[in-house]
């Protein structure tokens, strides 16, 4: 599909991809975490694999982060989250941060410009979903959990899609 193309350009209101189902194993990394509960068991559905879990950091600390880096730059929508599977555990809150060379990062902020806290999860196993009101070009995206029920522990998904959609 050509830029120019019109009638099948995608708009930011349609990148709602899930761009993890795609990433290499490699690609989800974290602060720490325990053995069987590495970032790359964070994601929400792990297609052609047996594989579940979580994500569950080592340190029950809001100095703990899980990342992603994408291939390349895409448009970030929205971000999915899961608490833990089979365990009582699960993010109540967290930021959102994104970067483009993994170094410098960006808080996403509310509508005054205050840091954004997101509500989490009131169970290990529904599903809540935050669409972004200002959509953000980034090639890492962090989750930092800022509060939690009996250990911080988490299942993801990044909605947004490939710049190149645009």
Known sequence: ?????????KTPTDCKEDLLEDVADTSLSGS???EGFEPHRARLTIPGSE???????RHDDVNQYIQVKFNNTKLITG??????IAYDRRLTSYSVLHSTDGTSWI???DTDGN??????????DSLVKH???QHFQAKYVRINPRGW????????GVSGCDLVCM
């Open 32 to 34: 720490s975490s325990f």
């Open 79 to 84: 971000i999915s989250t899961k608490g833990a």
């Open 131 to 133: 669409e972004f009101t």
């Open 1 to 9: 599909m050509s830029r120019g193309s019109g009638k099948n350009r």
């Open 107 to 109: 808080t996403v902020v």
């Open 51 to 57: 594989l579940t879990g979580s994500w569950v950091p």
């Open 149 to 156: 029920h009996n250990w911080p522990a988490m299942r993801f």
């Open 115 to 124: 840091d954004k806290i997101f509500n989490g999860n009131v169970d290990q």
